[in-house]
């Protein structure tokens, strides 16, 4: 049994997409969304929260201090940044504190990373992880070698 990230895909997702809900328009860009996600991620051990604070950082956008952070094993972190209170993690953890919870649409490779401020619904940070140049190839040579592939979920995350 082998971890697909980092083994099939190169193990940093990156963002693909911003989308701010239909509660919030008008209320926070995409860059806000980012930047309160990120700096709410700052304190969450989570693989995925580095490449939002990286995502983050790449569009120039400058972490807030925290406090009151809070991270809830498995499914998210929830800390006051700046004058806001953030919550980012899986949807039914959003989906718990906040009112306008929309389910995001999300291609075939891809995750969503929920976010909400001062109790509202405020979008979704998509992200992917490409796969390797030698994924195809890797897991045909282990199909030639008797190999099959099953994909597991343990903890909310998949596993080939």
Request: one cysteine or more.
């Amino acid at each position: 049994m082998f971890d697909k990230t980092g083994t099939l895909t190169h193990g940093r997702p990156a963002l693909h997409g911003i989308r701010v809900s239909q509660a919030a328009s008008g209320l926070v860009t995409e860059d806000r969304l980012l930047q309160l996600a990120a700096s709410a991620e700052q304190y969450s051990s989570q693989v995925l929260a580095s490449s939002v604070m990286d995502a983050a950082r790449q569009r120039g956008l400058d972490l807030l201090e925290g406090t009151s952070a809070f991270e809830h094993a498995t499914q998210g972190v929830a800390a006051n940044c700046g004058d806001q209170s953030v919550v980012v993690g899986k949807p039914d953890f959003v989906r718990s504190v906040t009112s306008g919870f929309e389910e995001a649409e999300v291609a075939r490779g891809q995750l969503a990373i929920y976010v909400a401020i001062d109790g509202l619904f405020a979008g979704a940070l998509t992200m992917s992880d490409p796969l390797r140049d030698n994924a195809v190839t890797t897991l045909a040579d282990l199909r030639r070698l008797g190999v099959q592939e099953t994909l597991l979920r343990a903890f909310g995350q998949a596993f080939c």
